[in-house]
Nanobody
Framework: QVQLVESGGGLVQPGGSLRLSCAAS????????MGWYRQAPGKQRELVAR???????NYADSVKGRFTISRDNAKNTVYLQMNSLKPEDTAVYYC??????????????WGQGTQVTVSS
């Protein structure tokens, strides 16, 4: 069974930085597109950043220039470096991935979420 496990959330002051990690575990063949989404209270879940297997990335306009997504294929891990954090970045951040399991099927997987709170 494939699992995505996030870590690295927490409380940070405005202007600070955090790095989120998402590690894929279990039995699978390949990781394809991996991404980070977030959901603030009372709002819909939104895409923050995504990285494709070839390394191409895209970002939400609200985080461009502040957040950087990267991946370490050897560790089956994707990262989100968040700099210059703002109170409006406060949300639960979810890791998402398209993964080819050992069944041969490509499925969409989600992590359990990690809370990021930006407050003074």
């Amino acid at each position: 069974q494939v699992q995505l496990v996030e870590s690295g959330g927490g409380l940070v002051q405005p202007g600070g930085s955090l790095r989120l990690s998402c590690a894929a575990s279990g039995s699978f063949f390949s990781l394809y597109a991996m991404g980070w989404y977030r959901q603030a209270p009372g709002k819909q879940r939104e895409l923050v950043a995504r990285i494709f297997s070839g390394g191409n990335t895209n970002y939400a306009d609200s985080v461009k220039g502040r957040f950087t997504i990267s991946r370490d294929n050897a560790k089956n891990t994707v990262y989100l470096q968040m700099n210059s954090l703002k109170p409006e970045d406060t949300a639960v951040y979810y890791c998402n991935g398209f993964i080819r399991a050992t069944t041969g099927l490509v499925n969409d997987y989600w992590g359990q979420g990690t809370q990021v709170t930006v407050s003074s």
